[in-house]
């Protein structure tokens, strides 16, 4: 008897403690500063003025052998089931200048990592993240995005298509990520 | 239940290795595939075939059969004629058809769906977000009436391999019934539009997704899964038509108790008889990701009571990783409605190398064959993803015949002994080399673009490709929900340039008797009328009528987008007859437009890109139902 009183009384105690959990009561609203100055954007329209724009940086955007790798990576996650060689089938073209989610290599990491509602799966968590920004890296020389000096310089592909460094400049390429500063 | 989020959405397939194993992949529980490895009428038919006429019959049917002007089925009858009575527009006066009303669905992805009449309503799908629209004929212009709208997860557009399609709703005791591309099985009230039922029967994360028009058979609707190219198990499965319940599900690969094999099945040929052939033809474990789904046509014969359907490709493409004849992929089953008991099943491409599904229509005939004098014959005739029309005998499953329509390089022709198909060593895919030449190819000499049968000509008419490939295998990964193909591919023109052609087909003797080019694959289901037109549509928009007879051009309209729907025709409550039409391009072939691809990369999608760089030229997406009449 006196055992179910003490664990009784143990449970009321719990209780009483975490009834004295209480919404915590912010007297400062966040400083206006911390809103993100410069975000990478998907959009150029903005509310009022123009801010400037941030470009993200993917770790292996320059880099010849990381690029190779994602590509190595896009055919084994079989990215390229659904997008091909950049011509895409399932999934939108890489090849092409239109940009659904944004060319900006942090943009291209969150497509993979979040996916899109129609249809891209998302990625985050299922692989490194080292391994998303090889791919990332890859998926900018599609069309024409990544430096000329990290491109891979010829397709290792069945189809003969002439190499991305050489792709003809009459046909529609990305554009370059904006560097405002 | 769906585990998105937990880490064990990847499945492995570790008896798959050959070769070097992707560490990478092993750390995330990804495994990797690398690999090295009748309506007989008594008019007189053209004279030149009046002998094969006089056995043609339409099976399951009485002779004097009149048509109600309704179109309740894409197929328009269990037997998959696609043939109407209706005789208003004929031959004479085609040339005089204009449009009578238009309707717009707003979408511009492919519309392979066909419109459905019945009484004095016209119900419609529109491609993925599978909207079904009701149009009133009773009012000028057939306004609608009412729209039911599926939730319908858009995700599902990422496992659908060539484009997000739709084939149409069926009608059965006051319910519409179809499928929504996340894989969800609906029945829908045909007077007010309510929803009756709701039964998600396919799974997308597993690639699953769901295309093809059911089929509705004793109160059941017949439903089977797409994916092919997702490493998905094909199935069709059997929801009750009243509850929505399923009733049965038979697999294509696996154990015989989950292909619905018991004593019953009796196939024709030694090569499928054996205790659990489905799991025996295959590497330990490949059947559970080995394909053979069922996106396309179901026809059934009332008098044996026999369902019968195709099975798909087995996956993934590159075949050197599943040695084995791969059953119970491309080929054809016989089965009871009712039980969903397997009662025969015949193999179009054992160990299939190219993709050719076998999912083609089933045209159930009675046929008087050539040289078989008064002795008709129960057949089923297939013109064939592979290349050749087949005769099938429909009790049986023994190949009466097999005789080839287009170029064909992949294959030598059919053993008629043995039934199988003879092999072409010199065109075998695999991993490491490139194929080239092959025909035809991975959408086959005809893909599920539906064909007509006349029991007036004795003639079936066929809407189909003329294309060769490339096919270079590389490796194949299985991870669930994303595709699974291990195959680059280049297609092109077949011998003479033209990428496809409009046949007549007499399939008694086994011969083209007529044979119309065209610059791009008809894509379209064709319709035959005892008017003796015929018609389809082409993928730069026109809709065209044909004689039937001599396939003579007789009128052709430019609808607003390339046409790969399905032709029908129905008497309106004003006594006349009217055709029906999707226009709207896309499709497999028509995704370079639908869905905007890039031609500067010929293996988008699986190839077909290659083959279609021009299309952009000559049409813009854009669905819209187009509706004729004589004036």
């Given at each position: 008897m006196r055992r179910l009183a003490t664990g009784l009384c143990a449970l009321a105690l719990t209780f009483a403690a975490l009834a004295c959990e209480r919404e915590e009561r912010r007297f400062q609203t966040l400083p206006a500063k911390s809103a993100r100055a410069q975000p990478v954007r998907l959009t150029t329209l903005q509310p009022g003025q123009s801010l400037p724009a941030r470009s993200g940086h993917g770790p292996y955007d320059e880099n010849a052998w990381a690029i190779s790798e994602g590509e190595r990576l896009f055919n084994q996650y079989n990215c390229s089931g659904c997008h091909f060689h950049g011509g895409g089938g399932i999934g939108p073209p890489l090849m092409d200048a239109k940009w659904i989610y944004g060319s900006d290599p942090q943009n291209i990491y969150d497509t993979i990592v979040e996916g899109r509602p129609n249809g891209m799966p998302s990625y985050g968590g299922h692989v490194p993240d080292d391994q998303i920004w090889k791919i990332e890296a890859y998926v900018r020389t599609l069309s024409g995005l990544a430096p000329k000096a990290a491109e891979p310089d010829r397709s290792d592909q069945m189809e003969a298509r002439r190499s991305e460094q050489a792709t003809s400049p009459a046909a529609p390429r990305g554009q370059k990520a904006e560097h405002p500063q | 239940m769906r585990d998105t989020a937990s880490g064990h959405r990847w499945e492995g397939s570790e008896q798959f290795y050959r070769g070097a194993i992707l560490a990478l992949g092993l750390a995330l529980g990804l495994a990797g595939c690398r690999t090295r490895a009748s309506k007989e009428d008594g008019k007189p038919a053209a004279p030149a075939r009046s002998a094969a006429l006089a056995g043609a019959r339409v099976a399951g049917q009485p002779p004097a059969q009149q048509d109600d002007g309704q179109w309740l089925m894409p197929a328009k009858d269990y037997a998959s004629t696609r043939y109407s009575a209706l005789a208003q527009i004929n031959t004479?006066?085609?040339?005089?058809?204009?449009?009578?009303?238009?309707?717009?669905?707003?979408?511009?992805?492919?519309?392979?769906?066909?419109?459905?009449?019945?009484?004095?309503?016209?119900?419609?799908?529109?491609?993925?977000?599978?909207?079904?629209?009701?149009?009133?004929?009773?009012?000028?212009?057939?306004?609608?009436?009412?729209?039911?709208?599926?939730?319908?997860?858009?995700?599902?557009?990422?496992?659908?391999?060539?484009?997000?399609?739709?084939?149409?709703?069926?009608?059965?005791?006051?319910?519409?019934?179809?499928?929504?591309?996340?894989?969800?099985?609906?029945?829908?009230?045909?007077?007010?539009?309510?929803?009756?039922?709701?039964?998600?029967?396919?799974?997308?994360?597993?690639?699953?997704?769901?295309?093809?028009?059911?089929?509705?058979?004793?109160?059941?609707?017949?439903?089977?899964?797409?994916?092919?190219?997702?490493?998905?198990?094909?199935?069709?499965?059997a929801l009750d038509s009243g509850s929505?319940?399923?009733?049965?599900?038979?697999?294509?690969?696996?154990?015989?108790?989950?292909?619905?094999?018991?004593?019953?099945?009796?196939?024709?040929?030694?090569?499928?008889?054996?205790?659990?052939?489905?799991?025996?033809?295959?590497?330990?474990?490949?059947?559970?990701?080995?394909?053979?789904?069922m996106w396309g046509w179901i026809s059934y014969d009332p008098e044996l009571n026999l369902i019968y359907h195709g099975t798909a490709n087995p996956g993934p493409w590159n075949p050197d990783i599943r040695p084995g004849d791969n059953k119970w992929t491309a080929g054809i089953f016989a089965r009871d409605p009712d039980t969903g008991e397997a009662r025969w099943f015949y193999q179009w491409s054992p160990h299939?190398?190219?993709?050719?599904?076998?999912?083609?229509?089933?045209?159930?005939?009675?046929?008087?064959?050539?040289?078989?004098?008064?002795?008709?014959?129960?057949?089923?005739?297939?013109?064939?993803?592979?290349?050749?029309?087949?005769?099938?005998?429909?009790?049986t499953g023994e190949v009466l015949s097999a005789n080839p329509f287009v170029h064909v390089t992949s294959s030598r022709g059919v053993d008629l002994k043995t039934g199988r198909l003879i092999e072409a060593p010199d065109k075998k895919t695999g991993f490491g080399h490139i194929v080239r030449d092959v025909c035809p190819a991975a959408p086959g000499a005809k893909d599920w673009q539906p064909s007509a049968f006349s029991p007036r000509t004795g003639l079936l008419y066929m809407p189909h490709n003329n294309l060769c490939m490339d096919e270079e295998g590389v490796e194949a990964n299985y991870i669930a929900g994303t595709p699974f193909v291990g195959a680059n591919v280049r297609m092109y023109a077949g011998p003479g340039g033209n990428r496809g052609a409009f046949t007549a087909w007499d399939p008694a003797a086994g011969r083209a008797v007529w044979s119309v080019p065209e610059p791009f694959p008809a894509w379209s289901g064709a319709l035959v009328t005892a008017g003796d037109v015929v018609f389809y549509g082409t993928m730069e928009g026109w809709f065209k009528a044909l004689d039937a007879h001599t396939g003579k051009e007789l009128?052709?309209?430019?609808?607003?987008?390339?046409?790969?729907?399905?032709?029908?025709?129905?008497?309106?409550?004003d006594g006349k007859q009217y055709v029906a039409i999707f226009s709207g391009v896309g499709g497999w072939s028509g995704a370079i437009v639908a869905a905007g691809l890039d031609p500067r990369d010929g293996t988008a999608a699986l190839g077909f890109v290659n083959a279609m760089k021009d299309l952009p030229q000559k049409t813009t997406p854009g669905g819209m139902l187009y509706v004729f009449a004589l004036p």
């Open positions: - | 004479a006066n085609v040339a005089q058809l204009k449009p009578a009303w238009t309707f717009s669905t707003g979408n511009v992805r492919g519309h392979e769906g066909a419109p459905l009449v019945v009484g004095s309503t016209m119900y419609v799908v529109t491609p993925f977000p599978n909207i079904l629209y009701a149009l009133d004929l009773t009012q000028p212009g057939a306004p609608l009436k009412w729209k039911y709208e599926p939730p319908v997860l858009p995700a599902a557009q990422g496992v659908a391999c060539c484009d997000v399609v739709n084939r149409g709703a069926a009608y059965d005791d006051g319910k519409i019934y179809y499928n929504t591309l996340d894989g969800q099985t609906v029945a829908v009230d045909a007077a007010a539009g309510g929803e009756v039922w709701r039964t998600m029967v396919a799974d997308i994360n597993k690639g699953e997704s769901i295309t093809m028009a059911p089929l509705v058979v004793k109160g059941k609707v017949l439903v089977g899964n797409s994916g092919g190219e997702f490493g998905v198990r094909g199935w069709l499965t929505g319940r399923i009733a049965w599900r038979a697999y294509s690969t696996g154990p015989d108790k989950d292909v619905l094999i018991g004593p019953r099945f009796k196939p024709f040929y030694p090569q499928d008889r054996g205790k659990d052939l489905g799991v025996s033809t295959w590497p330990p474990d490949a059947w559970k990701i080995g394909g053979g789904t299939d190398l190219y993709d050719y599904d076998g999912i083609n229509e089933n045209v159930l005939l009675d046929l008087e064959l050539q040289g078989q004098h008064g002795q008709r014959r129960k057949v089923l005739v297939r013109p064939e993803r592979n290349g050749y029309v087949y005769v099938l005998d429909r009790v009128w052709k309209f430019k609808t607003g987008s390339g046409i790969i729907g399905q032709p029908i025709t129905y008497k309106g409550p």
